[in-house]
Nanobody, 123 residues
Framework: QVQLVESGGGSVQAGGSLRLSCAASGRTFSIYNMGWFRQAPGKEREFVAGVNRSGMSTYYADSVKGRFTISRDNAKNTVYLQMNSLKPEDTAVYYC????????????????WGQGTQVTVSS
């Protein structure tokens, strides 16, 4: 079992940057594939980015490609989401999630979730 805690959210102006972190408890972090998701008010939760166990393979939603970068540090039990060139439409609560099998966009396939961190981008 793993517990996830996100941090790093905040309010920025369009064009700005934020770096989200997701710290995992337990010694088995490295066996999980990790994803970042977001949920805007009135919308369904959506996949943003994913990284495999080793960190060698990454996946992105088309809406964030070229602007966001996901990475992980297994020694620190942490996954990151570097967000650059932020847009107002990136405003949402951001969640990290873990699953044992390959990265997928389906939120129902993830076993563990953090509590979320708010990101607000103003124009």
């Amino acid at each position: 079992q793993v517990q996830l805690v996100e941090s790093g959210g905040g309010s920025v102006q369009a064009g700005g940057s934020l770096r989200l972190s997701c710290a995992a408890s337990g010694r088995t972090f490295s066996i999980y594939n990790m994803g970042w998701f977001r949920q805007a008010p009135g919308k369904e939760r959506e996949f943003v980015a994913g990284v495999n166990r080793s960190g060698m393979s990454t996946y992105y939603a088309d809406s964030v490609k070229g602007r966001f970068t996901i990475s992980r540090d297994n020694a620190k039990n942490t996954v990151y989401l570097q967000m650059n060139s932020l847009k107002p439409e990136d405003t949402a609560v951001y969640y990290c999630a873990a699953r044992l099998f390959t990265i997928v966009v389906d939120t129902t396939k993830y076993d563990y979730w953090g509590q979320g961190t708010q990101v607000t981008v103003s124009s």
